[in-house]
C-alpha cells in the first residue's frame, strides 16, 4: 500500500484543518488505517485510528473531541479532521495503515506502511 498525506498547513490557535490520505496499490478495506504526529525532539505519538470498516474508531485522550477520523473506501481515503487547534497541536501528521485481521490500533511500530507525513503548525 502506497500512502500519501495532503493538507497540512499553517493555521492559527483554535483553527482548523482536514488532512486527508489517498491509498493506492493494495485493497483499501482490508487494512486499519491510523494516524500519528510526531513533534521536534519528541516521540512518535498515537493520535486516532479507524477500523477497516469505518464502523469504530479510536482517539489519543487529549485529542477526543477536537479530532475527527473517517475514511471513504469508495475513494481509497482516510480523512483527520483537527478542531480547536492548538499550539502543542504543532507536528508532522503521518497516517498509516495496518492489515486488520493484526489486531493493532494504538503501536505505530506495528503498522505495515506509512505516508510521507505533512506538516501542521499552529501559530499563536
Known amino acids: 500500500v502506497q500512502l500519501q498525506a495532503f493538507w497540512g498547513g499553517l493555521v492559527q490557535v483554535g483553527g482548523s484543518l482536514r488532512l486527508s490520505c489517498a491509498a493506492s496499490?493494495?485493497?483499501?478495506?482490508?487494512?486499519?488505517m491510523g494516524w500519528f504526529r510526531q513533534a521536534p525532539g519528541k516521540g512518535r505519538e498515537f493520535v486516532a485510528a479507524?477500523?477497516?470498516?469505518?464502523?469504530?474508531?479510536y482517539y489519543a485522550n487529549s485529542m477526543k473531541g477536537r479530532f475527527t477520523i473517517s475514511r471513504d473506501n469508495a475513494k481509497d481515503t482516510v480523512y483527520l479532521l483537527l478542531n480547536s487547534l492548538r499550539p502543542e497541536d504543532s507536528a508532522v501528521y503521518y497516517c498509516?495503515?495496518?492489515?486488520?485481521?493484526?489486531?493493532?490500533?494504538?503501536?505505530?511500530?506495528?503498522?505495515?506502511?506509512w505516508g510521507q507525513g505533512t506538516q501542521v503548525t499552529v501559530s499563536s
Open positions: 498509516a495503515a495496518v492489515r486488520s485481521s493484526s489486531g493493532t490500533i494504538y503501536s505505530w511500530s506495528l503498522y505495515d506502511y
Open positions: 479507524i477500523s477497516w470498516s469505518g464502523r469504530t474508531t
Open positions: 496499490g493494495r485493497t483499501f478495506t482490508g487494512y486499519n
